[in-house]
DNA sequence: GTTCGTGCAAACCCTTTGCACAAAC
DNA sequence: GTTTGTGCAAAGGGTTTGCACGAAC
């Protein structure tokens, strides 16, 4: 216990296995990738993070092990507009995120008012009864330009 | 004047003109075919919407165009990772959306009251202060399930 | 006449898939 | 032993690009 992959490799396990599917070396090792992760990571992120130590699993292991990730819920799919999918291991605690349009860095916040929270959790109601939707979750970007890269502006 | 196409495209042609960029054929067929859809489109989508009336207008030409008025604030791009992108003309009137994500439909609404107005203002100009991003607008999605999809499950 | 834009086809890149082999149960 | 998962390489699909021609200024 202690550990939180560990426990959270154990719960996904746990998952699988109600479905009759199976805990593998690639498997283990993407969770791990991700939960090791602080941000957003593409496909070859995670595949280029463990390929010194694990160079048997190929890149089409990861994008199949993605899919089926995404579709258990197990992990978030973010999709930027960058001409790639971005992977995260799901949270419960919920955030929102911060994208730069010149780098597409993604930068994520959690520390909302309770205001901010009692809002989101009303509007969803409200939403779902008016527009008949079945609503799992909600995504708010905040799009803009980063620290970083308005520096580059105000130098050029 | 009248015609909010119209007025449309010529505040367009100026943004062109002021940097020396000119108001084509194609460039006037995407923008027209733009304002007439209602909803986001695909790059495909906006093609085939004109190809019947101007076969000699090419998909790169659709991309290249697109690009560039996503690039001139003109058009707004869109990724729910559907695997292609969607635009739409940039409106003044701000919208949140709803996602399906089984069959990536897209609905749009706008009647926010103000309180929610006001919040999200707020919000915009906090989230700056603290991470000093450059806002320029921001995007909320509901993921979940529309009412048709929701149909077919119970079907099932 | 010069510059910018376009059509076409080929190239690109991310992602998915077919198939034979390997691993998990 | 059967079923599920994987590696590899090839295919797929959306998007971008090089180049020569055409259109806008």
Redesign the pocket.
Known sequence: MGNPVEEKREIIAGE?KKR????????RVIIETLADADSYL???DIYHKFHAEHP??????V???L?LFHQLGIVTKLDVGE???RFELARTEHHHLLVCEKCYKVVKYSDFTTQEKDGFAELERLVEKMYHFRINRHVVQYCGVCPECLAKEGAS
């Open positions: 699988l009759g599917l199976r805990m593998t070396l690639p498997r593409t496909a070859e048997g699993i190929g890149l089409a292991t994008y199949r092990t899919v001409g790639k999918a």
